[in-house]
């Protein structure tokens, strides 16, 4: 059986990625949408090949439980957001993608984890680079230990913001870079640490250059994450600068993402043997298929809400840091 999916919220990533990869998915597909815009939802309905019974708004997602074409609902809503959603797709008893950042704060991971556990249905969180070969390899490197373990990573990723839009807008979006960015080298740094999280971080807030757009919320930060056996991450994120580059080095090697580090296009990665190429997969497609699977076979998701969760943990410990300038313990 090929399961329905629904995308909560039509914007950029819908519109350019999941939609899209939702064409070349084998177990799922889109079946409805969660949108304000009737207009923009009947559209879609027509692109898509669903019924038009099957476009909810924001405030009608809890009749999606009378619907037998949608299994899987799909977060792709602002930050800020991401819980009430979660939560109202619970109340229809589907199963649930959420996007990252999981939410604004642990302790909305927390409601989402336990209303998913109340209602039985599976959640995951959109961290399709579980789904890319070149952090794959990565994964593997930090498993297998080719080179030894991991000890010293650093990256960067930014780009520049020249309006105020809701990523700057701490309701919204939670904070500035380091969640919407940021999570991306808090994330890969653990893949480098074997799945472990750090123990401790520090960490520092750049001075604003637009104080205007980052009224609320963070322009830039750099930190650093201490993980046991000596290893170190460390990491700086803005939307004054643009980059997007994770290198972890180990005694006996190393493996450097040169460009497009984290992104789904254009990634080019090296290790200390030489180049690696792979055949770019479509990662949202396989990301969503996996989710799909879990759901048929009854298995839990790699991408879990507690990974999440977890990552949330180490953001807020890395703004509590920066706000405190001193070293803050992790406890997940
Ligand atoms: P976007 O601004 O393009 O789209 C957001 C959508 O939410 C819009 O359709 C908007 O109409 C809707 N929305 C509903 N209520 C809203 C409100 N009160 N204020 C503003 N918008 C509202 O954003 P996006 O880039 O599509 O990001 C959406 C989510 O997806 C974010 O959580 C983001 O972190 C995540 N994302 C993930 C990836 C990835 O690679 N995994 C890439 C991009 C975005």
Not at 51 to 72: E, G, L, R, W
Request: charge should be positive.
């Amino acid at each position: 059986r090929v399961l329905g999916v629904a995308l909560v919220g039509l914007g950029r990533y819908s519109t350019r990625e999941l939609g899209p990869a939702l064409k070349q998915t084998k177990w799922c597909k889109l079946a409805g949408v969660v949108t304000g815009s009737k207009e923009k939802g009947e559209q879609w309905a027509k692109d898509y090949g669903f019924p038009v019974k099957n476009i909810y708004s924001y405030d009608t997602m809890a009749q999606m439980a009378d619907n037998k074409d949608i299994d899987i609902v799909y977060v792709v809503t602002p930050n800020g957001l991401h819980a009430e959603h979660v939560i109202a797709a619970t109340k229809a008893g589907k199963h649930i993608i959420c996007e990252k950042p999981m939410a604004n704060t642990v302790a909305e991971c927390d409601q989402m984890i336990a209303a998913c556990k109340a209602a039985k249905v599976k959640l995951s969180v959109g961290y399709r680079l579980h789904f890319d070969p070149y952090h794959q390899e990565l994964m593997r490197l930090a498993k297998e230990k080719d080179f030894g373990p991991f000890t010293n990573m650093t990256g960067d990723r930014g780009f520049i913001m020249q309006n105020k839009v809701w990523r700057a807008d701490k309701k919204l979006a939670g904070g500035g870079p380091l969640m919407d960015l940021g999570i991306y080298l808090v994330h890969g740094a653990c893949m480098a640490a074997n799945g472990a999280a750090p123990i401790a971080v520090t960490a520092k807030e750049f001075v604003k250059t637009k104080p205007e757009l980052f009224t609320d919320v963070e322009e830039g930060i750099s930190w650093t994450m201490e993980f046991s056996g000596n290893a170190i991450c460390t990491a700086q994120t803005s939307y004054q600068h643009s980059a997007d580059k994770f290198r972890a080095e180990a005694p006996n090697g190393w493996i450097e993402f040169k460009e497009h580090a984290f992104t789904y296009r254009g990634m080019v990665v090296e290790t200390s043997r030489g180049p690696l190429s792979f055949t770019p997969p479509n990662q949202q497609a396989l990301q969503m298929d996996d989710f799909a699977n879990c759901i048929l076979t009854n298995r839990p998701s790699g991408v879990s809400g507690e990974l999440g969760r977890r990552d949330m943990v180490i953001i807020e410990a890395i703004y509590k840091a920066a706000a405190t300038q001193k070293r803050m313990e992790v406890k997940i």
